[in-house]
């Protein structure tokens, strides 16, 4: 069965602090794909990044960046010089191929940016 | 533009009541779904209808009915509410472009409150 675990559930930071948001998952299948998806306080689930299985790449996207690990089953989400506007609450997420595009969430991370 | 947008944003009702949570996408997808966020956060899938056919239903009380009239809506009634209905329930959709792991975009987020 497919699993997320978000073990932090909350993280504050200082302003232009990095800090790392940690998933890890399970899965039986070779052939799955990650999410992350932030949640601002107004309270919509924004998509962030998708990778698949066959792409441990890192990727960065500005002050985001991603680590995806096999070995570790990880994929872990930075976010460099943090601002205010990064608080929300981050979701990792997890869509194995033998079940379409359903997704499995994590528990979600609390990250708070104070100034 | 919203792409998939859903009204009512904010609903209070009292127990015994019957509602619906109508949702519409504008990106062309033709799968949608219906998530539930409970009071932890935590965000689990409950349906998803694929071109108006159900494809997937989860553990869900018979009281939650979904109903796609066409693939740019996915409405949700729900009859004779209960005190743990109470929740925010995330529409969503996505392109089906390969079997497994499309990026599924959600809307705002209908928060339900039975009272």
């Known amino acids: 069965a497919q699993k997320v675990t978000q073990a932090q559930t909350e993280i504050s930071v200082v302003e232009k602090e990095d800090v790392t948001l940690d998933c890890v998952y399970e899965?039986?299948?070779?052939?799955?794909?990650l999410f992350w998806y932030k949640q601002p306080p107004s309270g919509e689930l924004v998509f962030l990044i998708r990778?698949?299985?066959?792409?441990?790449q890192n990727e960065i996207s500005g002050r985001y960046s991603w680590n995806f690990q096999k070995s570790t089953s990880s994929f872990n989400f930075t976010i460099t010089a943090s601002q205010v506007v990064d608080s929300a609450v981050y979701f990792c997420?997890?869509?194995?191929?033998?079940?379409?595009?359903?997704?499995?969430f994590g528990e979600g991370t609390q990250l708070t940016v104070n100034p | 533009d919203t792409a998939v947008s859903q009204t009512p944003k904010y609903l209070v009702t009292q127990m015994g009541n019957d509602k619906s949570i109508k949702c519409e996408q504008n990106?062309?997808?033709?799968?949608m779904y219906w998530y539930k966020q409970d009071s932890k956060k935590f965000l689990k899938i409950m349906f998803s209808?694929?071109?108006?056919?159900?494809?997937i239903n989860e553990t869900v009380p018979n009281r939650f009915s979904p109903k796609s009239p066409d693939k740019a809506h996915l409405n949700l009634h729900i009859n004779s509410l209960e005190l743990g209905d109470s929740a925010v329930y995330f529409c969503?959709?996505?392109?089906?472009?390969?079997?497994?792991?499309?990026?599924?975009?959600f809307g705002e987020g209908s928060w339900l409150t039975v009272v």
């Open positions: 969503a959709s996505s392109q089906e472009r390969t079997r497994t792991g499309n990026t599924i975009y």
């Open positions: 209808y694929n071109n108006k056919e159900l494809i």
């Open positions: 997420a997890l869509s194995e191929a033998a079940s379409g595009s359903r997704l499995t």
């Open positions: 899965t039986r299948d070779t052939t799955y794909y």
């Open positions: 990106l062309g997808h033709d799968t």
């Open positions: 990778r698949n299985s066959f792409d441990e």
